[in-house]
């Protein structure tokens, strides 16, 4: 009788170097890419070389190829499957995906199995212990989380107890010899029915071995009843002959992946370890085609990676990562027929943390990366919205340009570009929102649009500081300012008499050049230590003594306890590492905006801070180039807003009641910096005007309000308080 268990045809290659050199075995891996095999896999030769060794190198020369690691046997002399798992996802992360690690029957394989997979779990952030027989582990650092789902293949004299652990544990099954595999499937899918599994999860490959002769009719008749009959999906062929490689690969392939036809990844079935992890009301099957490749779940290898954000631990049901605007419209589309919360990434660092969410959908656009110049003359550049501004300040760098985007290049493009921007060169050359000409979109039912000052000029007026609320961008098409190296200046200052320092930095930067922007940290103080503020500032010009003129006023606001100036381009200021997306809980802050740091305003700020309700307190200038733009003209109404101000605090209650009592200091608010859902704050952030043309917008294009986890404007006033709960 034959099997059927609808996986996809593989072929690979195992390679024995020999005396010829490593160059040369690896040279034949990546012939064996080029010419369409899927595996390669080293076994040690005459040359001595380490197997391990090789799939490395051969992983930095190869693109697609996947690589078998084989770890030998479980019971051998210095075998550790702590020292194996680690290796074997260092290698998959080094190789983008692409390792699939091999173990041999011993003792305590079983254990083995377990060890391994309970290091790879990254996202348990206990220690891992392990008390077996064979193997012990007390208190052992979990990860690195590998790249994907690592499958785990056994390999070993076919006995029934090791097919037994096949089918109860393992993903796939190794056979060195192309008999017995009725006897092998039976014993393995008992096993894999017994213990829960569908045997269709396990995969069966075999070696060819042999001389590659005579017609390739014969081959062909001989293997094509084990991937017919026999269910077995990965042939690998055991030569060294580049001859024969090449051969295989042109007479015989191509025949027998005819036969077994196109396999639709909607048959495939996910592991038992994936299924058992997946939460109620997500059609998980019902996954498009074009997204289930990517797509990541609880159960998968890299959901310690996506998971959270910066600063708020989640814990989604499904995080869908299309890399096609096409794809983003399939994702949308899908996810709207789901009763779960959606959430839309571009980076994760966004301080609201509303990119993630507890046992809903992810829309992750990190896939969607590109930075294109569109037209040298007008400075015209398309970014995508899963950049970072580091990466758009690389590129635009050699050009002699750049956007003003934020103070950190680790951000995504699409957060900050929808609701103002408010970076180190704003006073001079405004908010990033300001330099944006066009945008395309997908909207709430999936349908592309592309929206400008004249092709949908009122989607285009919301997107520029609400865009969020109407769909998600998938482009973003800027012009972008002339900008050389700038003067940029780090100065750690006593600022003991906290009301005092601010309202002197204030009025500092109200008089400044427009071409002087700064910002100012102020953390909570800390016993018998003065308190401390850091105060950064960009100068927008690379001459020495304008950025000490313009620096020179700051300097005299309070004691300088130390400093540093230099002359840098502005991609190196953006070019800082990035922060772990590791958060855990929810991000308590405030946010506001304000025309004057007043006596009073700066009395308030400097109490709440020696009150230890903000750990981290932050101001940025803003006015300028900023106040140019009529109040009107975008979604962004804080034009006459001289600085922006957030409190990082960690009891909501607290922070709330004093930020409360100091609202009316306000003239509006910022909303990436505002995790407070109460609807009260939607009035802060947009007049009434403002607020009744974002209504309008978002009745037309979101009435069904699917893009509700933001700041969230819903389509009718009396939605918003039960909205802002869900």
């Known amino acids: 009788m034959s099997v059927d268990y609808r996986h996809p045809l593989r072929l690979g290659l195992l390679l024995t170097p020999g005396d010829d050199g490593p160059e040369a075995a690896v040279e034949r891996a990546r012939l064996g890419e080029e010419l369409g095999y899927d595996l390669v896999s080293f076994r040690p030769g005459s040359s001595g070389l380490d197997p391990w060794t090789l799939l490395s190198w051969t992983a930095a020369r190869t693109a697609r190829i996947h690589l078998a690691a084989e770890a030998g046997a479980t019971g051998g002399t210095g075998f550790n499957p702590a020292v194996v798992a680690r290796a074997a996802a260092s290698l998959d992360l080094l190789a983008d995906g692409r390792v699939e690690l091999v173990l041999g029957a011993g003792p305590g394989l079983d254990e083995a199995i377990d060890v391994v997979r309970g290091i790879w779990t990254a996202h348990v952030r206990s220690p891992f ?55 092998v499937n039976a014993v393995i899918d008992q096993a894999a029915v017994a213990a829960g599994r569908d045997p269709r999860e396990i995969h069966r490959l075999t070696h060819i071995t042999g001389r590659f002769t005579g017609a390739p009719e014969r081959w062909i008749s001989a293997l094509l009843p084990l991937i017919l009959d026999q269910g077995v999906s990965t042939l690998v062929l055991a030569t060294d002959d580049p001859a024969a490689i090449h051969r295989f690969a042109t007479d015989v392939a191509p025949a027998l992946r005819e036969a077994r036809g196109e396999i639709p990844r909607s048959e495939r ?58 794809e983003v419209a399939e994702a949308v589309r899908f996810a709207r027929t789901q009763p779960v919360k959606l959430s839309v990434r571009s980076g994760g660092h966004g301080i609201s943390g509303r990119s993630t969410n507890n046992g809903g959908i992810v829309i992750d656009l990190s896939r969607l990366h590109a930075v294109e110049i569109l037209d040298k003359a007008t400075r015209r550049v398309r970014v995508e919205p899963g950049a970072r501004w580091r990466d758009v300040a690389a590129a635009l760098a050699p050009h002699g340009w750049a956007l003003s985007s934020g103070d950190y290049g680790g951000v995504g493009v699409g957060g900050l570009a929808t609701s103002g921007g408010i970076g180190w060169l704003v006073r001079e050359h405004g908010l990033t929102v300001d330099h944006l000409r066009a945008v395309e979109m997908v909207l709430a039912d999936g349908t592309r649009v592309r929206a400008d000052e004249e092709e949908n000029a009122e989607l285009f007026w919301g997107v520029r500081g609400a865009g969020a609320n109407f769909g998600i961008v998938t482009s973003f098409e800027f012009e972008a300012d002339e900008v050389s190296e700038v003067g940029f200046g780090q100065f750690v200052m006593d600022a003991s008499d906290t009301a005092g320092f601010l309202e002197r930095w204030g009025a500092v930067m109200e008089a400044a050049p427009r071409d002087l922007t700064s910002f100012l940290i102020i953390g ?122 957030v409190a990082f605090g960690a009891n909501r209650r607290a922070l709330d009641r004093a930020w409360d009592a100091m609202l009316s200091h306000f003239s509006g608010l910022y909303i990436n910096f505002e995790t ?38 819903s389509p009718e006033p009396d939605q918003a308080r039960s909205q802002s709960s869900r």
């Open 129 to 183: 212990s392990f008390d077996g027989e064979h193997h012990r582990l007390a208190g052992a650092e979990r990860g690195p989380a590998p790249a994907h789902n690592i499958p785990i293949l056994l390999t070993g004299a076919p006995d029934p107890a090791l097919l037994h652990l096949v089918g109860t544990k393992a993903d796939a099954w190794l056979q060195t010899t192309g008999d017995g595999w009725a006897g």
């Open 269 to 326: 079935v996910p592991s038992l370890n994936v299924r058992r992890h997946r939460r109620d009301g997500i059609a998980y099957d019902a996954v498009p085609e074009s997204l289930a490749g990517t797509a990541i779940e609880p159960g998968d290898a890299g959901y310690a990676r996506v998971r959270s954000t910066y600063l708020r631990g989640g814990s989604p049901g499904l995080v869908l990562r299309p890399g096609t605007p096409g």
């Open 524 to 645: 909570r103080p800390r016993l018998g230590q003065p308190t401390v503020a850091q105060v950064m500032a960009v100068v927008d010009s690379r001459d020495a003594e304008t950025i000490v003129a313009r620096l020179q006023p700051l300097a005299d606001v309070a004691p300088v306890l130390d400093y540093s100036i230099q002359v840098l381009p502005y991609e190196a200021i953006m070019n800082a590492p990035q922060a772990p997306h590791d958060g855990q809980g929810e991000p308590v802050t405030r946010s506001a905006l304000a025309d004057h740091l007043t006596p009073a305003l700066a009395g308030d700020v400097g109490r709440l801070i020696a009150g230890g309700l903000s750990y981290f307190f932050s101001i940025r200038a803003v006015g300028g180039a900023v106040a140019d733009v009529p109040a009107d003209a975008t979604a962004y109404a804080g034009r006459s807003a001289n600085f922006q101000l």
């Open 676 to 713: 407070d859902l109460r609807p009260e704050r939607l009035h802060d952030a947009y007049p009434d005007a403002h607020l009744r043309r974002l209504r309008a917008l978002k009745r037309r294009y979101d009435p069904d309000n699917v893009f509700r986890d933001n700041f969230n404007v």
